[in-house]
């Protein structure tokens, strides 16, 4: 079979212009997701058992079941028993489960950045008139938040590349308009090989930008 490079070159443009909303969703996602792992971190760290008991189920649930399989329970299982859910589109349902899924790892990403901080740093805040909520939020946090940021880094880019998936409930990113193409023209070989290369070149751009973020945020702490 001969590689069509004209059809090739040609997807180029077509691709790119669902980019923007393949970010969108992925970025969304991950707001959503930091917040749920912040809070999930709060109550598995709580002094209360429940809540300990109920973000441990739901952190163990999430990062040990496939993610396609949380996505078809929402959109095509959830709907059955609860038929309010049907009118919920392709896009809302991949952006809520991506970040129901993200949130559980966020969530230990954020233990280990607590972690990494020395717990004589609280002590000292304490010791220099700061109060125990100031401590966290003053000294303890920015350490932390250092700490794991490339790991979050890594769940944005991972996120990023979960959006891929949405193409099996309907939703129109990257690679849902390559298989689109493909099933125009039958050239799937091309077709999946330039949607490989814009995930390639998109997600390098962020990856270098994270890294710039994360040399800035080293020196401003």
Known sequence: MDFDTQFFVSTFPKLMLKIPYTLCLGCVAFAIAFVLGLFLEICFTSRFKILRTLAGLYISYFRSTPYITQLFIFYFGLPQIFPVMRNLVGGTVLVITIAMNSAAFISEVIRGGLLAVDKGQREAALSIGLSPVSAYKEV?????????????????????????????????????????????????????????????VVLVVIDWLLRYMESKICKYL
Not at 158 to 177: E, H, P, R
Not at 181 to 199: M, P
């Open 140 to 200: 303890i946090l920015p350490q932390a938040f250092v700490a794991a940021f490339p790991s979050l880094g890594n769940s944005f880019i991972s996120m990023i590349k979960n959006t891929a998936i949405g193409f099996t409930i309907g939703v129109v990113d990257i690679l849902a308009q390559a298989k689109i193409l493909a099933a125009s023209s039958l050239n799937f070989f091309e077709a999946y090989i330039s949607v490989g290369v814009v995930y390639w």
